[in-house]
């Protein structure tokens, strides 16, 4: 058996209407939210402030919901492109539904909504994919629809 490298999967791998599941899931700590917080500059009371966020509608401090989305792409990028992805185009319709929290355990899905070859690249290719992540009580936290510009497989040797 030859060596396997792990990668993500190139643009003529990929389906239009596939469903991916990236598991483990990746349980959101206090460290995570202080350290992301800080990290970022975002000094945000609902993040950091434990007496301030129990005085307000969630009774608890709130998960930075920037954490939640660079984890949920990140928690894409092995089954999808890990060595693959040329580069990240944009990122839209971003949604915080509902409150993520320290304790919570995040589970992320991928849909690939559409794809086309690239116009002015050749040998890459733009896919538009769906990624929703969801607490352990299956209650969806974050959406986003992110576009990237994926390499296309290699030619074989003949």
């Known amino acids: 058996m030859g060596e396997i490298i792990q990668r993500g999967l190139y643009y003529d791998e990929i389906e239009v209407g596939a469903h991916f599941l990236h598991r483990p899931g990746r349980t959101a700590t206090e460290a995570d939210?202080?350290?992301?917080?800080?990290?970022?500059?975002?000094?945000?009371?609902?993040?950091?402030?434990?007496?301030?966020?129990?005085?307000?509608?969630?009774?608890?401090?709130?998960?930075?919901?920037?954490?939640?989305?660079?984890?949920?792409?990140?928690a894409s990028v092995s089954q999808l492109t890990q060595g693959t992805l040329v580069a990240q185009l944009g990122l839209s319709d971003i949604t915080f539904p509902a409150p993520l929290f320290h304790g919570d355990t995040l589970y992320v899905d991928t849909e690939i909504l559409a794809k086309r070859p690239s116009a002015s690249r050749p040998g890459q290719g733009i896919v538009t994919m769906r990624h929703t992540g969801r607490n352990q009580d299956d209650v969806v936290v974050a959406t986003a629809t992110r576009i990237a510009l994926m390499w296309r497989a290699p030619e074989e040797d003949a």
């Open 33 to 74: 939210n202080v350290l992301f917080s800080s990290l970022t500059m975002n000094t945000q009371a609902l993040h950091l402030d434990a007496a301030y966020a129990a005085g307000q509608p969630f009774g608890q401090r709130l998960m930075n919901s920037m954490w939640t989305l660079a984890t949920m792409v990140g």
